[in-house]
């Protein structure tokens, strides 16, 4: 069993920024975040693969979010920049093995949550 446990989740203002970082007690392949906000459905924000090469971002975050990873720690980060009031949603750190299965939700472990919350 692998844990997932996130961190740097807030209240900012519009335009201002934030940073996710996710801990996994063991190494995997594919990390990644998903967002969910009441009443909708769970959705694929941005991956990554181990090697860091391949990078996934969800057309409405591009430009304004970065991730990264950091093999050693077995953790990613998440750098989200210019953020909007919809933006605010529960952000779930989730790993599998493989992007493209992410991207079909097939995810193998999930973080708790954490929440973002961004004031206009």
């Known amino acids: 069993q692998v844990h997932l446990v996130e961190s740097g989740g807030g209240l900012v203002q519009a335009g201002g920024s934030l940073r996710l970082s996710c801990a996994a007690s063991?190494?995997?392949?594919?990390m990644g975040w998903f967002r969910q906000a009441p009443g909708k459905e769970r959705e694929l924000v941005v991956a990554i693969d181990y090697e860091g090469e391949k990078r996934y971002y969800a057309d409405y975050v591009k430009g304004r979010v970065t991730i990264s990873r950091d093999n050693a720690n077995n953790a990613v980060q998440l750098q989200m920049n210019t953020l909007k009031p919809e933006d605010t949603t529960v952000h779930y750190c989730?790993?599998?093995?493989?992007?493209?299965?992410?991207?079909?939700?097939?995810?193998?472990?999930w973080g708790q949550g954490t929440q973002v919350t961004v004031s206009s």
């Open positions: 063991y190494s995997v392949y594919a």
């Open positions: 989730a790993s599998s093995f493989q992007i493209a299965r992410m991207m079909k939700r097939d995810i193998d472990y």
